[in-house]
Nanobody, 115 residues
Framework: QVQFVESGGGLVQPGGSLRLSCAAS????????MSWYRQTPGKQRELVAG???????NYADSVKGRFTISRDNAKNTGYLQMTSLKPEDSAVYYC?????????WGQGTQVTVSS
């Protein structure tokens, strides 16, 4: 199984930007489809954005036009560029890697949007 870790979270003011990273320890990273999910206390985990191994992307309506998902397979790393952040975006963000029917999750990184 591939091992990976999320980073890049932190405290940012409304309207600000953050870039999250999902860094894998294996050259097999490029085989996986990658998604970013987020979760707040008391709520179920929700899909934010996804990118396939071929580079096709999709976004939740709530972040479309503000977030950009990307990947650099040569670096075994995926990214989520977040702009125009809103307080409603505050959550723990998780990287998800999928191969066939199997999902693998990182430990998450906290994003807090507050003035």
């Amino acid at each position: 199984q591939v091992q990976f870790v999320e980073s890049g979270g932190g405290l940012v003011q409304p309207g600000g930007s953050l870039r999250l990273s999902c860094a894998a320890s294996s050259s097999l990273f490029g085989v996986y489809d990658m998604s970013w999910y987020r979760q707040t206390p008391g709520k179920q985990r929700e899909l934010v954005a996804g990118i396939t191994r071929s580079g096709n992307t999709n976004y939740a309506d709530s972040v479309k036009g503000r977030f950009t998902i990307s990947r650099d397979n040569a670096k075994n790393t995926g990214y989520l560029q977040m702009t125009s952040l809103k307080p409603e975006d505050s959550a723990v963000y998780y990287c998800n890697l999928r191969l066939l029917a199997n999902d693998f999750w990182g430990q998450g990184t906290q994003v807090t949007v507050s003035s």
